[in-house]
Every structure is written in C-alpha cells, then in structure tokens.
C-alpha cells in the first residue's frame, strides 16, 4: 500500500496520486468544509455584513430548517440575532479603541507579544523595586491571555496548560530511566 494524503478540512485519507488529490481539491465537499473551517474564524463586522446583505431564508423562518443549511444563500438570523451582533461589534470596536481595555484580554496576542518585548530590554535597565511591580503587572496580562487562550474550544494539545498535578511520568518507559 502506497502513502496516504489527510485532508484536515474533511477529516479523510485516501490512496495519494496525483489524480486522487486533484479530484478531491476539486470536489465540492473539500470546498464546503474549507469554507466551514475559514468561516469560523470570521470577525464580527464580515458577518453582520454578509448576513444584512442577504433576504431572510422563508422556509427557516417557516420551519425552524432549511435544507441547505450554511450553504443557503439567503439569512438565518433572527432580529434579536442581527442585534447581539451589532453589540458585540460595538463593544469590540470600543475594546480596541479604549486605552483601559489595553492590558486585558481584550487585546490581541500579537500586540500583547509586541509590548512584552518592548518591555524586555527596558526592565533590564531598571531597579529591581521596578521590576517586581512590572513583574506583577506581566503576570495578570499573561493570566488574561492564557484565559481567553483556553476559551478557544478546540485547542490543540500542545498549547493546553498541565493538568493541575502536572504531567504524570511512567518511570518504567525507556526515556524515564
């Protein structure tokens, strides 16, 4: 049996030649779960605005269904639905504008790491009376980030925090002796 090729966006392997994978890059389902898979990650503004753009779906609002589920061209949402968008999108607008909002969770990993390297060089500068109260600060945004970190539902394994009685060992493995 020759390699297999994994397509992570729909969870199947298959026989890997040339043909195989283009058929399948090409296949319908590999384009909706790609799709599915970017849209999670969509922001709050690119969905209300494709979601205002649409006509409401009759037989969703008839129903409760609709047989073409996220593939429909035309909106599920609801009023109330459209609404709690339009706050949500407003409170990260004004997360990201207010400077108190800076130092929480609110704030992006990239720009966290950006200020945690700026601070790096300037520590090392100063007296170690400072360092403890900067310390103490870092400590409570590393907290804020690890915890909107873990709110993300499928974390992979390699950035989830250690149980809480740390990694257990088997001694009797060849790399524990």
Not at 136 to 143: A, G, L, S, V
Request: proline fraction near 6%; glycine fraction near 6%; hydrophobic fraction near 25%.
């Amino acid at each position: 049996m020759g390699r297999r090729y994994y397509c992570d966006y729909c969870d199947r392997s298959f026989q890997d030649n040339m043909h195989n994978r283009k058929k399948h890059l090409n296949g319908v389902q590999h384009h909706r779960s790609k799709k599915a898979w970017f849209d999670r990650f969509r922001d709050t503004a690119a969905i209300l605005q494709d979601e205002q753009a649409k006509k409401p779906c009759r037989k969703f609002l008839q129903t409760g269904v609709c047989g073409f589920g996220p593939s429909c061209r035309f909106s599920h949402m609801s009023e109330e639905e459209m609404e709690h968008l339009k706050m949500q999108m407003e409170e990260e607008r004004c997360r990201r504008e207010d400077p108190k909002y800076r130092g929480s969770a609110a704030c992006g990993v990239e720009e966290w790491l950006t200020r945690r390297q700026k601070r790096k060089p300037a520590q090392s500068s100063e007296r170690v009376e400072d360092e403890d109260e900067d310390e103490e600060e870092e400590d409570q945004t590393e907290i804020d980030v690890i915890q909107r970190l873990l709110s993300i539902g499928d974390l992979p394994p390699s950035l989830r925090p250690p149980p809480p009685g740390g990694w257990k060992v088997d001694m009797n493995t060849e790399w524990g002796r």
